[in-house]
């Protein structure tokens, strides 16, 4: 940098200013009220009577809505500028409901003093200790405020004193709005929230007055709110707390011999603001902080202001300047150029530097400590840091649609986020240190990066790059804790001889290019990073590599070798017909398998040992995911599908669930799914099947959201929150499922639709068994729902035009149906209803206030929890011929294991073995003219038996003689509703899979 100028600044010559001229700090003080009225408010101010052994008198709330009412309530005075009317001396304590307001003065333009009161209220939003409205040449002062929401409103007002009062225990003490004219001042504030809001106004002073925060570890809003105001003047005012002003949207305002002392936080923020003057200020254990998006919002004067005993140093507009660093607390610098920043050999400690619309910057040997940032830079290029240190509490570094920023031999430490750069070309890090707990280095929409030489630490993602390109990362150190280097939607870079530890390698991107980068000579965990592109039916042993990328592959098989322990992650990219299989990992991070954009890819025989994220699958196709074991009980999720279509989930055992978004066409089988926050969740997804998956203990067993065309069957769901969940979701089949011991409900179903809840058992929940809410045009038939803590079936306000029937709804909680929508049918229109235990009349009547009524109901001998039952059905008659034939249906109610057999006629026709409690669906055959008996026997591990026969009468008939069709059904739920041929195969398939899961 060549400096055209060098202008030595000193501490002892002068102090920096807006573009380096003096600025007159004898800040005139200014008075209200109408000519001849300040004198008086003077008086008033310096006339103070301290609030000590004050005696007051109880009194009612106060309301004043107009001038007479001041003598209609007895008030002294006459409302004259010399004799005001006057309330004073008394008390009043807020009574929820009588008013929230404790003197309420509104619409009055004549002269009142409000003096020595007590107001004790209780916290809370809407009350108020006074409330101004539309006043003018009021006072109030000397009085003591507590325990109050707002203290004292001021609003729509002008020529008003507040003066000399206490206010404590209070979460705002003045609230001012939409005024002129007004001054505060001479005030004590102790409150929670804010001591002094001021919003929409013009022409306020705030003077002498004592801003505290309340001890205690509580949250606190900052001590005074300026927003969307002009002409506010803050003098001579003492302010303690974590935070101190908070200024948006305001201009022309200025601070003037006010003390802050902080306690580590931004105590000072002036957002959004112009033409601030801070004069004579102290800040102590605090910072300023400045936001802007023009230039002229930075447009502020700095005279005098020091931190922790030092200077804020505020340049605007200043060309060819060398400082020193030790002299500043803080620097800013906008619209500047050719500046030199210099620190001693002790380099001593600052709290940031910021840098707006300026270049040709150099800063040296600097050490930055604080708790919130250290280096801002915005709209600059040829910006030089050499031998800096910053140890901060979050961003030591942030950068801002600049160019050619580079840092040199420095070290930047965040207890939180490291450095992050945005929109930024040319950005080079060299010969440094950066440690941080999440992203380290974290840039976005920039190119031609340059970071080398350098060691980078982080707990989250140590290297985070989205939207580069032309970035070099050579020869770094990069140590993390299970961390990232994450590329994504990246192009160009060159990546070489970088040494990871316990940090891998996550490249992402929806096109090829974003994956085509130099990787050379980089290690992970001590072992060769894999990066291979165009293989072809190869077969790799991982265990030699530290980390292995397929990229545009074929037939690449990845297995285990000797040892088959592996240690790091596996990403597959744009490849197909490649393999993942018999292999250990064990490696603690997110998405240890990455499979991206690729096609007949599969994942076979994997034992994850440790991770948060086992697979992650993103724009697949006909993926498999298969006799995997992933039991790290570190899962947020095992298996996380996005945006992809015929995949399938199957036979894993996982100890969290599977996460399918933005999908179709996926199948998930046979899963067990033992913890975790879901069990299996869908959102935004269609055309997938859950089937014979087991779930235990999860907060969710199937969650499906906003989703249509899913089928949930024969699944298990025990001890989650809910066993099925739809959300904002048609045309779901859930069916043959066994959900029990839910901490809520069983199903429950809101803002859904078109939806078949058919042939489950729901039992033992806590709350209810059946919950549809806001749903409507759902078949709820054939399920067993008992033993429920709350309540059975229940249709809540909103849900309309649904039909329950053929369930078994018995021994539930406070009810057994419930209906406060519209339109439910609780039969089938002809003859089937529910079955009811007990049932005592030929009506059922369903509680809720919808009117319903069960006109079918059918009866069930009581349901307990040792003998099995089986539902009965009257006998059936039908034409022979008739094409439609009647189905026999029978419910068994079990809590053993069992089988059964059914015989037509004494010959066996049917028979399986029973797990959990069911419904049976026999369609009847062709059979001749006739009664035909259809009999099924059942018998439990116990040896305890029970039989039912349906008699089928088959009678012929000429086409002009009537025939009744009674088809009456007595069920009581179902766990299949399947005809009998299909049954056998899917009762063996579950049965097979949960011995297979118990051996």
Not at 433 to 446: C, F, H, I, K, R
Not at 586 to 611: A, F, H, K, Q, R
């Amino acid at each position: 940098m060549i400096l055209l100028t060098v202008l030595i600044l000193s501490i002892a010559l002068g102090h920096p200013t807006h573009g380096f001229l003096d600025v007159d700090t004898s800040l005139e003080r200014l008075s209200v009220g109408t000519e001849g009225e300040a004198q008086t408010h003077f008086q008033y101010y310096f006339d103070r009577t301290h609030i000590i052994n004050q005696e007051y008198t109880p009194h009612d709330p106060i309301v004043i809505n107009t001038v007479e009412q001041f003598q209609s309530q007895g008030w002294p005075g006459d409302g004259t500028q010399e004799n005001p009317y006057r309330i004073s001396n008394i008390s009043i304590t807020y009574q929820p409901g009588i008013a929230e307001t404790l003197i309420a003065i509104y619409n009055v333009p004549a002269h009142f003093v409000v003096e020595y009161c007590q107001l004790i209220g209780m916290r809370n939003y809407g009350m108020r200790g006074i409330g101004l409205i539309n006043v003018r040449n009021g006072i109030v002062r000397s009085c003591d405020f507590s325990s109050t929401g707002t203290a004292l409103t001021l609003q729509n007002s002008e020529y008003n004193l507040v003066a000399n009062n206490t206010i404590t225990d209070s979460d705002v003490a003045v609230y001012l709005s939409q005024s002129t004219d007004n001054v505060i001042r001479g005030n004590y504030f102790e409150t929670y929230y804010q001591g002094l809001i001021v919003t929409n106004l013009d022409t306020v002073t705030v003077e002498d007055n004592q801003f505290l925060e309340p001890q205690g570890d509580i949250y606190t809003g900052p001590r005074m709110e300026v927003m969307d105001s002009s002409n506010v003047h803050i003098i001579g005012c003492t302010m303690t707390g974590s935070f101190f002003f908070e200024i948006w949207n305001s201009d022309d305002c200025f601070i003037d011999s006010t003390t802050m002392d902080g306690d580590g936080e931004v105590g000072f923020r002036l957002y959004y603001s112009e033409r601030w003057t801070i004069s004579n200020s102290t800040l102590v254990q605090s910072s300023v902080r400045i936001r802007g998006d023009t230039l002229e919002e930075w447009n502020h004067q700095f005279q005098n202001v020091t931190l922790n005993g030092r200077l804020v140093g505020y340049y605007f507009g200043v060309n060819d300047a060398i400082l020193d660093a030790s002299q500043f607390s803080q620097l800013f610098f906008i619209d500047s150029s050719r500046i030199a920043v210099q620190g001693s050999n002790d380099s001593s400690s600052m709290i940031t530097i910021l840098f707006i619309h300026s270049n040709d910057i150099d800063v040296h040997n600097v050490t930055l400590q604080n708790y919130d940032r250290g280096i801002e830079i915005e709209s600059c290029q040829d910006v030089a840091f050499v031998n800096i240190f910053v140890n901060c509490s979050w961003n030591p570094v942030s950068i801002m649609d600049s160019s050619n920023i580079s840092f040199s031999k420095c070290q930047l430490l965040s207890e939180y986020y490291g450095t992050s750069i945005y929109d930024t070309d040319e950005f080079q890090f060299r010969n440094g240190t950066v440690t941080a707990e999440w992203d380290a280095l974290y840039l976005y929409n920039s190119s031609f990066a340059t970071i080398s030489d350098s060691t980078l630490r982080s707990n989250g993602s140590v290297l985070s790059f989205y939207e580069l390109s032309n970035c070099t990362i050579a020869r770094n150190e990069i140590i993390g804790w299970y961390s990232h280097f994450r590329i994504e939607d990246s192009l160009h870079f060159t990546v070489v001889d970088n040494r990871l530890w316990d940090v891998f390698f996550w490249l992402l991107g929806p096109i090829l290019e974003g994956w085509i980068h130099d990787f050379q000579g980089n290690s992970v965990n001590g072992k060769p990073y894999a990066y291979f592109r165009g293989l072809s039916d190869t077969l790799i042993e991982v265990d030699e590599f530290g980390q292995v990328t397929l990229v545009e592959c074929d037939g690449v098989t990845l297995t285990g070798g000797q040892s088959s322990i592996y240690s790091s992650s596996i990403t597959i990219a744009f490849s197909e017909n490649c393999v993942v299989k018999d292999l250990d990992i064990d490696y603690w991070s997110d998405y240890p398998i990455l499979i991206v954009s690729s096609e007949n890819c599969t994942v076979d025989g994997i034992t994850l040992l440790e991770s948060w994220s086992p697979v992650f699958v993103w724009q697949g196709l006909g993926i498999t995911i298969a006799n995997s074991e992933f039991q790290s009980q570190n899962m947020w999720v095992s298996i996380f599908v996005v945006n992809s279509f015929y995949c399938e989930i199957s036979n894993n055992s996982l100890f969290s669930g599977i996460d399918i978004h933005d999908s179709a066409r996926i199948e998930v089988t046979g899963n067990y799914i033992a913890g975790g926050s879901e069990g299996i969740n869908i959102w935004n997804s269609q055309y997938l099947e859950v089937s014979y998956n087991v779930v235990n203990d999860a907060w969710r067993g199937v969650n499906i959201g906003g989703s249509a065309h899913a089928t949930v069957l024969g699944n298990e769901m025990s001890y989650c929150q809910t066993g099925v969940v739809i959300d904002w979701s048609s045309n779901i089949t859930v069916m043959d499922n066994v959900i029990q011991y839910s901490r809520g409900s069983g199903l429950y179903a809101w803002e859904s639709s078109e939806c078949i809840i058919s042939s489950n058992v729901i039992t033992h929940g806590q709350e209810e068994g059946i919950f549809l809410d806001a749903s409507n045009l759902f078949n709820v038939t054939w399920n067993v729902v008992v033993f429920n803590d709350v309540g059975g079936i229940t249709l809540r306000s909103g849900s309309w035009d649904n039909y329950v029937y053929g369930n078994l709804v018995s021994e539930n909680g406070n009810f057994q149906g419930y209906d406060e929508g519209s339109d439910n049918v609780w039969h089938d229109g002809i003859s089937i209803g529910n079955c009811w235990s007990p049932l005592t009349e030929p009506e059922v009547s369903i509680d809720g206030g919808a009117g319903s009524t069960d006109i079918h109901p059918l009866h069930i001998e009581a349901v307990t929890d040792t003998l099995p039952l089986l539902s009965s059905m009257f006998d059936i008659t039908f034409v022979v011929g008739n094409v439609s034939r009647p189905t026999i249906h029978w419910v068994i109610w079990t809590v053993e294991s069992g089988s059964y057999t059914i015989w037509l006629d004494g010959l066996p026709i049917d028979s399986d073995e029973v797990e959990f409690s069911c419904a049976i669906h026999v369609p009847i055959p062709e059979l001749g003219l006739g009664a035909h008996n259809f009999t099924i026997l059942f018998s439990d591990n116990t040896g305890s038996q029970i039989s039912d026969t349906i008699l089928v009468h088959v009678v012929l008939v000429d086409a002009n003689t009537a025939v009744s069709i009674v088809t009456v059904i007595s069920t009581a739920s179902i766990v299949v509703v399947l005809i009998a041929r299909e049954l056998p195969q899917i009762r063996r398939r579950l049965l097979e899979r949960r011995s297979g899961l118990a051996e």
